[in-house]
């Protein structure tokens, strides 16, 4: 059972920047991909950014070029930086792990789920 626990989440103004870190219990955590996916208030949960267990990643388009996913496995810790943050991206993040080995934004492909963060831009 792999345990993941969100931090960094806050305000922010538009066009400003936040970090986000999801730390692992697992000290296996490079044998899974990840994935930080957000959910704002009636919406679908979608994934953002994805990082496969070999460093490849993937981004929704609505994020690429503004975050940067990265992971360090030797911290069991996934990263996400926001820049250029907008309204829209308010939202509650979640980060999740799969057994997967490619960088995937589908929900369905992820058995182990943070708690949530919450960021706010205005």
């Known amino acids: 059972h792999v345990q993941l626990v969100e931090s960094g989440g806050g305000s922010a103004q538009a066009g400003g920047s936040l970090g986000l870190s999801c730390d692992s219990s697992?000290?296996?955590?490079?044998?899974?991909?990840l994935t930080w996916f957000r959910q704002a208030p009636g919406v679908e949960r979608e994934g953002v950014a994805a990082i496969g267990r070999y460093g490849t990643t993937r981004y929704a388009d609505s994020v690429k070029g503004r975050f940067t996913i990265s992971r360090a496995n030797a911290k069991n810790t996934l990263y996400l930086q926001m820049n250029s943050l907008k309204p829209q991206d308010s939202a509650t993040y979640y980060c999740?792990?799969?057994?997967?080995?490619?960088?995937?934004?589908?929900?369905?492909?992820?058995?182990?789920w943070g708690q949530g963060t919450q960021v706010t831009v205005s």
């Open positions: 697992k000290n296996t955590y490079g044998s899974y991909s």
């Open positions: 999740a792990a799969g057994t997967g080995y490619y960088p995937s934004l589908v929900k369905g492909d992820f058995g182990y």
